[in-house]
């Protein structure tokens, strides 16, 4: 036997996938499994009372829906619960999974017309509980309306780029849609909880969905394309004025603390007597008291004391006075001759 044979009775099991994601699971039908279950599952979910209006409403749609797959559905208003179970008409295993998730999203208000949509193959829910990842009441109540944003429009976005149906309702979040969309709407969810907006990872999205379809860049990192969040949040917290800056390793245990027996005899203290300690005390207060009254009386006097005047300097011309009468009066009467000179 040839090793084209043997692919070919594979069913072409040994090829390489490019894109795991385009992969079509093959439906499940009753020809598959023609003895049927042999024992019974069934699964119950609580809801709250004001959906038990709708859910009566509507009761008669789920019963029919699930019908189909052979689950059989119990509608229970004094407990305020729903049970699926399985029945003898019932093929698909894992179809009472796919009813508990559906009444699940129906107990999270999710409306019938998005929650029968579960049971089909390519669609799987997800619930994120979002109640426990702030603890502060306003801080969660701001970023779980950043995640709707305004009349919508970032709820609606994030539906249109993940191909998924997205619910927010109480301490939860609802998602509907096909697994990939399911994994980018979870961690959009848990980073808008993380204080990180939306718009960044719905630009992300954005970015990814235009270079997806550049064969170029399809086997390439896309890090450089996407936008990058930084933190800018500071810690409120008040700081000590002192801070303690660790010091580096090293294998000698630190010193150790003198006791005050030590400190006696490093002072001399020691050998003296008690009488003689508590003179020396006495002293060495007296001398701080002493020096702390003479700081205060220069600190009272400091006002008073006049400043220091600067000393004016003697200029040149006084020092040389002396004058040459002689020469004076000869320029004088060269001047007047000049001048009678110049008149005549």
Same mark, same amino acid.
């Given at each position: 036997?040839?090793?084209?044979?043997?692919?070919?009775?594979?069913?072409?099991?040994?090829?390489?996938?490019?894109?795991?994601?385009?992969?079509?699971?093959?439906?499940?039908?009753?020809?598959?499994?023609?003895?049927?279950?042999?024992?019974?599952?069934?699964?119950?979910?609580?809801?709250?009372?004001?959906?038990?209006?709708?859910?009566?409403?509507?009761?008669?749609?789920?019963?029919?829906?699930?019908?189909?797959?052979?689950?059989?559905?119990?509608?229970?208003?004094?407990?305020?619960?729903?049970?699926?179970?399985?029945?003898?008409?019932?093929?698909?295993?894992?179809?009472?999974?796919?009813?508990?998730?559906?009444?699940?999203?129906?107990?999270?208000?999710?409306?019938?017309?998005?929650?029968?949509?579960?049971?089909?193959?390519?669609?799987?829910?997800?619930?994120?509980?979002?109640?426990?990842?702030?603890?502060?009441?306003?801080? =969660?109540?701001?970023?779980?309306?950043?995640?709707?944003?305004?009349?919508?429009?970032?709820?609606?976005?994030?539906?249109?780029?993940?191909?998924?149906?997205?619910?927010?309702?109480?301490?939860?979040?609802?998602?509907?849609?096909?697994?990939?969309?399911?994994?980018?709407?979870?961690?959009?969810?848990?980073?808008?909880?993380?204080?990180?907006?939306?718009?960044?990872?719905?630009?992300?999205?954005?970015?990814?969905?235009?270079?997806?379809?550049?064969?170029?860049?399809?086997?390439?990192?896309?890090?450089?394309?996407?936008?990058?969040?930084?933190?800018?949040?500071?810690?409120?917290?008040?700081?000590?004025?002192?801070?303690?800056?660790?010091?580096?390793?090293?294998? =000698?245990?630190?010193?150790?603390?003198?006791?005050?027996?030590?400190?006696?005899?490093?002072?001399?203290?020691?050998?003296?007597?008690?009488?003689?300690?508590?003179?020396?005390?006495?002293?060495?207060?007296?001398?701080?008291?002493?020096?702390?009254?003479?700081?205060?009386?220069?600190?009272?006097?400091?006002?008073?004391?006049?400043?220091?005047?600067?000393?004016?300097?003697?200029?040149?011309?006084?020092?040389?006075?002396?004058?040459?009468?002689?020469?004076?009066?000869?320029?004088?009467?060269?001047?007047?001759?000049?001048?009678?000179?110049?008149?005549?």
């Amino acid at each position: 036997m040839t090793s084209t044979d043997s692919e070919e009775k594979d069913g072409g099991r040994s090829k390489v996938v490019d894109n795991a994601w385009s992969i079509k699971v093959p439906s499940f039908r009753p020809e598959d499994n023609p003895h049927r279950l042999l024992e019974e599952s069934s699964f119950a979910t609580l809801f709250p009372k004001y959906r038990e209006h709708y859910l009566r409403e509507c009761w008669p749609l789920v019963q029919s829906s699930l019908e189909e797959h052979g689950i059989k559905a119990d509608l229970d208003v004094v407990e305020g619960s729903m049970t699926v179970r399985t029945t003898r008409r019932t093929w698909d295993p894992y179809i009472i999974i796919k009813a508990r998730d559906m009444i699940k999203l129906l107990s999270r208000s999710v409306p019938y017309e998005q929650a029968v949509r579960v049971l089909q193959d390519e669609v799987e829910s997800d619930i994120i509980k979002i109640g426990s990842l702030v603890r502060n009441r306003e801080k =969660f109540v701001k970023r779980r309306q950043r995640l709707i944003g305004p009349s919508g429009c970032t709820l609606k976005s994030i539906e249109l780029l993940t191909d998924c149906y997205v619910l927010v309702q109480g301490q939860t979040v609802a998602a509907l849609g096909p697994y990939k969309g399911l994994q980018q709407v979870r961690r959009i969810v848990e980073d808008t909880m993380r204080n990180i907006h939306p718009i960044y990872n719905i630009k992300a999205l954005m970015i990814k969905r235009e270079l997806a379809k550049d064969p170029k860049l399809k086997n390439e990192n896309w890090e450089r394309f996407l936008p990058k969040f930084n933190s800018k949040n500071l810690s409120k917290r008040k700081q000590p004025k002192k801070k303690k800056t660790k010091e580096g390793y090293t294998p =000698f245990p630190p010193p150790q603390t003198e006791s005050k027996v030590d400190k006696l005899l490093a002072s001399g203290e020691y050998f003296l007597k008690e009488e003689q300690r508590r003179a020396r005390r006495l002293k060495i207060k007296d001398e701080k008291h002493a020096a702390a009254a003479r700081f205060r009386e220069e600190k009272r006097n400091k006002p008073f004391i006049p400043p220091k005047e600067p000393h004016c300097k003697s200029s040149a011309a006084n020092q040389n006075s002396d004058i040459d009468i002689a020469t004076l009066k000869k320029k004088i009467k060269n001047a007047q001759k000049k001048k009678s000179s110049l008149s005549s």
